[in-house]
Nanobody, 123 residues
Framework: QLELVESGGGSVQPGGSLRLSCAAS????????MGWFRQAPGKEREYVSC???????YYAEFAKGRFTISKDNAKNTVHLQMSRLRPEATAVYYC?????????????????WGQGTQVTASS
């Protein structure tokens, strides 16, 4: 069974940092692109960042310079390091996966999703 489990969310003051993790199981992790998405209250789910199977990284414009995506193939884990968080970062963050060797991971529709983890950046 393919399973994605997010962790690391929580509450932080603006300017603070959080490190999200996504533990993956039940599939060949290193043949998948992995992505992070978020959904704020009253908003549609939006793309945040992704990392291709070969390890190329991509970011939404709002995430550039603030978020860093990484993965550890040996541990089947993806991380999203979020720094200098702003109130607008408040959302449920989801880990997602799609099987593809294509390097441009933002161009794919992600098929598999985790349950999400809440991030709240407020004072």
């Amino acid at each position: 069974q393919l399973e994605l489990v997010e962790s690391g969310g929580g509450s932080v003051q603006p300017g603070g940092s959080l490190r999200l993790s996504c533990a993956a199981s039940g599939f060949t992790f290193d043949s998948y692109a992995m992505g992070w998405f978020r959904q704020a209250p009253g908003k549609e789910r939006e793309y945040v960042s992704c990392i291709s199977a070969p390890g190329e990284t991509y970011y939404a414009e709002f995430a550039k310079g603030r978020f860093t995506i990484s993965k550890d193939n040996a541990k089947n884990t993806v991380h999203l390091q979020m720094s200098r968080l702003r109130p607008e970062a408040t959302a449920v963050y989801y880990c997602a996966a799609v099987k593809t060797a294509y390097r441009h991971c933002p161009g794919y529709i992600y098929k598999h999703w985790g349950q999400g983890t809440q991030v709240t950046a407020s004072s």
